[in-house]
DNA sequence: GACGCTTGCGCAATCGTTTGCTCAAGTTTC
DNA sequence: GAAACTTGAGCAAACGATTGCGCAAGCGTC
């Protein structure tokens, strides 16, 4: 900068006020300058520029694993409203762990980044207080976060896997298995709920042999189906808690030469892209990722712009999607999409 | 720092010397530094770190889309060695768009990554340019940029698609499909070429009319598939240029009502892990994804580190995985594995 | 006891911007 | 024509770390 100046005749002030558009200056200077800029193929520094001004341009986002689709997506979408506001993204996958977690959020708030969107995997909360102390805005997702001042956005959970589960019975399923998620998340614990919800409310009872364990990784859908698979009175239909453990359930029952959704009806849950292309195309309760994503980086980047507002807990629709794998393409149902 | 210095009464040299344990102090003045700073919550700020020291300790990756797998996978594998050398990653979607790939090159380099992974799109090579211009490692990943001295990362996709083919070839398969990529890519031009290689050496023809262009996605792998399966005289196998369209053509096949493999065997490319669990399982061409991140990070570190070797293409090989699509699966092959 | 070495620490410049303050020149106003 | 504004631009002090250099005290040597 000190060279384009000289190059330009002029004072590094003057060209701070160019590039920054921040006050006026003469036209022969500012094209002085802007020559002088091109011919020394000068880029301003972001580093000291953020170190003045006290901001860099970037958010943290930290998830379990980039590489499962459902976080693909959500980041893809962070990502993209990021470009919108001339943001970076700095991504980070914690692996569930929370020593990993920890050790994120701490870097991130080293690097001073504005703002920190934060899948949070298990119960720590230390990691959340340290940052939220250092006064960096924080949205919290997928996870309300007790006691813990931040803004969060969640999906209905519960009345989404109400409504999944309500879709088979509707569908004359009666025995229908779960696959539920790990159980330390309150987002697998609120679906689970919602399956037991819709037996209750059709005045049906759930054996707890139906319940079976996942991970919400595929290995677990796969390993979950055969439990329920050999079961002596054996079921007709399952809700996984999550896309990823249906696509490992559909899997698992076409391994044993079963079909659906003749012989077994499935609906998923998080309404990944993928679900489009199973074989057959997954019917599931879908998560408004897109949203979930432009929210996320709205309220994030509010309260980098000096927003105030107490913060609190976003809670989102989701809404069913039916494909073949539920076997009940045909019929119509309220509030429904079909998609062929 | 001021306020830790004020408080453990000692200079702001003594504390930077502490923090980064850079010359001996004496151990008292260490206690009461670090006392200091943890009843302060003192966290360093990389921006005036970096400022001075002229690292950032943050690489910049570009990828056309993050959420497709096969660039998940890979940005978690660069991912995964920058937390190991306490690197940070800044991610950034290009959608093969090459005025996006040019403002996010230009973003980052006024960031001052250290280094940048870039997964070129198209022809683009302006962009890299002014990336080496300002000195600033790069490595381009599966795509070789001729006449740029820069590393690169790529698979031997010829070598790759040909011995794909070939294995379809030796399942008894005449007449093979090729579902191929967008022309602009060298690497969707090899793979094709290699398709057609393994043609020319088992002295077989191949009828132009198998060869369908595709755009190495879910969508075109599902059109193309449609036209092959009208062909008059239809195709038995299919070679599909990578994963993504794979699925796309298993699920063309299925919503035919035939049945893969027993109807159409079906190869793919890449390696993605979802392949393991589609319907049924894809025998693929796999690409060592975790090993070409593993090598872009430590090439781009090395010269970080002020290495000074002669950029040059890095050529990984491919490994067959055999699974269900391709219906050889109890067939033995040399060099080929084998999964359950 | 003077000299030179070693040891342990602080001073102050520096990295590359932004921005409050100042100031000269030009323009009104009365 | 002098006082009071206005206009356009530069000076220099931040921002928060790192680091070359220097200094004082302690120690050994002759």
């Keep these: 900068m000190k060279d384009v100046a000289e190059l330009a005749d002029v004072s590094v002030t003057t060209v701070s006020h160019v590039l920054n558009k921040t006050r006026y200056v003469d036209r022969s200077l500012v094209r002085r300058v802007e ?3 091109k011919s020394l193929g000068y880029q301003p520094n972001a580093l000291a520029r953020g170190l003045r001004r006290k901001e860099t341009r970037m958010l943290g986002m930290v998830v379990p694993d980039n590489s499962n689709p459902y976080f693909a997506e959500l980041a ?11 943001y970076n993204m700095i991504l980070c996958n914690s692996d569930e762990d929370p020593t990993k977690e920890r050790a994120y959020l701490s870097l ?13 995997s298990g119960n720590d909360r ?48 009666r025995r229908i298995g779960c696959v539920g998620g790990p159980i330390n998340l309150v ?31 595929i290995e677990g859908g796969y390993t979950a189906v055969q439990r329920l698979l050999d079961l002596p009175n054996p079921i007709t239909a399952i809700f996984a808690a999550n896309d990823l453990m249906a696509i490992g359930v559909l899997r698992g029952i076409g391994a044993r030469g079963l079909r659906v959704p003749e012989d077994i009806a499935v609906v998923g849950f998080d309404g990944i892209s993928l679900g489009k292309y199973t074989q057959p195309p997954l019917t599931t309760m879908a ?13 994030v ?23 073949i794998s539920c076997g009940t393409a045909t019929q119509k149902r309220a509030g429904a999409k079909r998609e062929t």
Tied chains: 1, 2.
């Design 35 to 37: 020559t002088a800029v």
């Design 287 to 299: 998560q408004p990722i897109r949203e979930i994503g432009k929210l996320a980086t709205e309220l």
């Design 76 to 86: 893809r979408s962070i990502e993209d409203a990021c470009f919108e506001c001339d």
């Design 126 to 173: 230390s990691g959340v207080q340290a940052v939220l102390q250092q006064k960096i805005p924080l949205v919290v997702l997928d996870r309300e976060l007790k006691d813990t001042k931040c803004d969060s956005i969640v999906v209905d959970n519960r009345a989404g896997a109400s409504r999944a589960t309500q879709h088979l019975i509707d569908g004359n399923h």
């Design 301 to 323: 980047l509010s309260r980098v712009n000096g927003e105030r507002k107490e913060p609190r807990i976003h809670r989102l629709e989701t809404s069913l999607v039916v494909r």
């Design 187 to 217: 987002a697998a614990r609120d679906r689970l709920q919602g399956y037991q919800d819709a037996f209750t409310k059709a005045r049906l009872r759930v054996d707890p042999k139906w319940i079976q364990p996942g991970d919400f990784h």
């Design 108 to 120: 991130l708030v080293e690097k001073r980044v504005d703002g920190i969107v934060f899948v949070a």
